[in-house]
Structure formats: structure tokens, C-alpha cells
């Protein structure tokens, strides 16, 4: 598939549109047809709240209509995730009468699997609990509900077809996808499905392995629905380093505060909402485990809101790495023209798609991402219906 994507109308001009001229339209996520009986089609996001599920939301609501919010177990755990992710999403003070997007407390395996698995993960569930440096305090939990099923169900009784974006783990989705499969027109998953060694062998994503089980049933119960893997490459040195190989699809400081020829985030609504909880000042050190910081010599060890996304500062901090994981697998859904099966020079694979080489450099691949990123989540910046 060739690169066909042409630039967008400049998005301060369409901003100024909207606010001032057509107020009456929906320009953003959603209609102010209150009294319309059904919606042709609606987005459910089910996530687990990690960093790049918190990068990545805000532009699938900023273009879509999204119906509600499925916290399920993973990097967060789902009682905790839903007030916080509430406080993101719902809690603006420039646009208090924003329509209320359902966040619906999801399911937990029976038995959490062993976190020593993921030595980073108690320090991401810790900072992820208050949306980063969004709240000054984790916020007290919501119930667990034995009834979110019926909930999923609800949120989307007037829509007539329903898009899934995964990007979290198969936890919640094995129990209501078939309540609700007659109106799945599509489900766009982060990661590889099982089987798929077209890039590593056995490289299932995270969301995966946490919930194994979840995951081998959601393999089946995705038989017969368009269902859509997609997933990054992995070229270059991309983790625990200060300076990631430019092939890296990382997100970048620029694309979320602005300079190196990005505008940056706006500072209104959702997207400025966002650029708050990755961007305020945060004292986080005490979250550190035994471990952290990775790197103790240079400045970018200290703990800051910049610890959980920008690369320099997660391979020093927590260590590790950050790619446009969850970001990807959104942009998916606005820009699928941009994306191809991803085949090996033998043939083989075809599994999960990538996004389109530019100019057949990962690079300008990587930069692109980040520029629609920005312009995506910017629109999440007007007045949601």
C-alpha cells in the first residue's frame, strides 16, 4: 500500500471553525443530536491504563464517538484505573458540561499472576493510579461490579455497529464481546496474535501474557469478526538508553510540549487535560522500588512526570523502554489507509499490520506517528457532545 496520506486543513482553523462559527455541529467525538434514536456506529475502548493507553485514548475521543471505557486488569488494576482515568476524561473544569464518557469497572483474573515477572510494574501501577501527574493523590478505588457485562451491553444499545479498540489484556472482552458481537463491526488490538514469529518468535505483547488464558479464548472468539492486529517494529537500540536509535518509534517530549517543529499539545479541553497529567510537576522518587533508579548518575534519574514516557527519562528512571505502543493501534483506527500487513522478504506472515514505511525509512515513519498523534489528540481540545 502506498503512502497516499494527505495533509489535513490546519486544526487551529478548523478549531476556530467549530467554536465560533458552527457551534451547532459536532466537530470532535461526538453528535448534539440528543434526541437521535441510534448512532451508526461507536467506539468501546478497553484498556488497562498504562501510560500509552492513557496517550492513546484521548485521540480515538477526540475523533470518534466513544460509547464507553473498560478498565480491565493488566499495568492497573481496574477499580483503581476507573477513578483515575474518570478524572482525565470527565473532570474538565474549562468544559464542565462535556458529555460524561461511562467508565465501566472490568474484570480480574481469579488469581493475579506473579508481578516479579514485570520488575517495572508495581512503579507504572503506582503513577498510573493517579493518572500520572494529573492528581496530587490516588483516589480512593470505585466497587468492583459483578455486572459490567450488562453495563458494555447498555453503553451501547443505541449503536448500531460498534468498533473495539484493545489495548489492554483480554480480561474483560472474552466475557462481554459475545453479549454485544451481532454490532462488532471491527476490533483493532495492540500486539501480535498468537502464532504470529513474523518479526520474533513467540513475541506475544504483554497484554497477552498477562492473561494467558484470557488471550487464548479471545483468539477464538475473534474467528469470525474483522479483527485487526497491529503492532511496531523494533529497529535500532531502543531500551535503557539516554539517546533511542531515530528508527525508534518512541513518543518525543516535542510532541506532547511543543518545539522541534511540533505545535504541541493545545491547552484546552481533553488535550490540555492530557498535557497536564504528563507534563506537571511531580515528587515521585517514593514510588521508586529497591531497584530504581536505573541509571543513578544522571539528571534524568530523578523522578518526574517525564519518567513514565519520555525515553531518556524511563531508560534512567524505571529503565526499560517506551514505544508508540496503544498510540499506534488508535491511530489505526483513524488513519487504516496508513497501515499494511506486515510480510517477511520470504512471503511469509501477514499476520499484523504495520504502519506504511515513509519514503522507506523507519525514521520518518517514527516522526510521522508523532505528527498525527499531535494533530489527533488536539482535537480532543473542543467541547465534547
Not at 474518570?86 to 474484570?107: C, E, F, H, T, Y
Not at 539517546?243 to 479541553?269: D, H, I, W
Not at 543513578?296 to 525515553?311: D, F, G, H, K, Y
Not at 497501515?339 to 516522526?367: I, M, R, W
Amino acid at each position: 500500500m502506498t503512502n497516499s496520506y494527505k495533509k489535513p486543513t490546519a486544526l487551529l482553523t478548523r478549531l476556530l471553525i467549530c467554536a465560533l462559527v458552527i457551534p451547532l455541529v459536532a466537530c470532535g467525538g461526538g453528535s448534539n443530536n440528543a434526541a437521535a434514536p441510534m448512532r451508526d456506529s461507536c467506539v468501546l475502548i478497553d484498556n488497562d491504563y498504562d501510560i500509552d493507553d492513557m496517550m492513546a485514548i484521548p485521540l480515538v475521543i477526540g475523533n470518534k464517538y466513544v460509547a464507553a471505557i473498560v478498565q480491565s486488569e493488566g499495568y492497573t488494576l481496574p477499580e483503581q484505573s476507573a477513578p483515575a482515568i474518570d478524572a482525565l476524561v470527565n473532570k474538565l473544569s474549562d468544559q464542565p458540561n462535556n458529555r460524561q464518557i461511562p467508565i465501566i469497572v472490568g474484570a480480574k483474573q481469579a488469581q493475579g499472576p506473579d508481578l516479579s515477572k514485570w520488575p517495572w510494574l508495581p512503579f507504572f501501577r503506582a503513577m498510573m493510579d493517579q493518572s500520572n501527574a494529573l492528581l496530587e493523590s490516588i483516589p480512593l478505588p470505585w466497587q468492583t461490579d459483578s455486572g459490567y457485562t450488562q453495563k458494555v451491553v447498555d453503553s451501547v444499545a443505541s449503536c448500531k455497529n460498534v468498533s473495539v479498540l484493545i489495548i489492554g489484556t483480554y480480561t474483560s472482552f472474552i466475557n462481554y464481546s459475545p453479549l454485544i458481537r451481532d454490532k462488532i463491526d471491527k476490533v483493532v488490538i495492540m500486539g501480535q496474535p498468537i502464532g504470529d514469529n513474523s518479526r520474533t518468535e513467540g513475541r506475544e505483547s504483554f497484554n497477552c501474557r498477562f492473561d494467558l488464558a484470557s488471550c487464548q479464548t479471545a483468539m477464538t472468539q475473534l474467528q469470525g469478526l474483522n479483527a485487526y492486529f497491529v503492532d511496531i517494529p523494533r529497529e535500532g537500540i531502543c531500551s535503557n538508553t539516554l539517546m533511542p536509535s531515530p528508527n525508534c518509534y518512541n513518543p518525543s517530549y516535542e510532541m506532547v510540549a511543543g518545539g522541534g517543529g511540533s505545535v504541541g499539545l493545545l491547552n484546552t479541553g481533553l488535550a490540555g487535560r492530557l498535557k497536564q497529567a504528563l507534563t506537571n510537576p511531580i515528587g515521585c522518587n517514593s514510588k521508586y522500588t529497591p531497584v530504581m533508579p536505573a541509571m543513578p548518575a544522571v539528571p534524568e534519574s530523578q523522578c518526574s512526570a517525564l519518567s513514565t514516557w519520555v525515553p531518556a527519562n524511563v531508560a534512567a528512571g524505571p529503565g526499560g523502554e517506551m514505544l508508540l505502543w496503544d498510540e499506534t493501534a488508535a491511530l489505526f483506527m483513524l488513519h487504516p489507509e496508513q497501515f499494511s500487513l506486515y510480510y517477511k522478504p520470504d512471503g511469509t506472515g501477514g499476520k499484523h499490520y504495520e504502519p506504511n514505511l515513509v519514503n522507506g525509512s523507519y525514521a520518518q515513519t517514527a516522526t510521522q506517528l508523532r505528527k498525527w498523534w499531535t494533530e489527533d489528540t488536539n482535537r480532543a481540545a473542543l467541547p465534547r457532545n
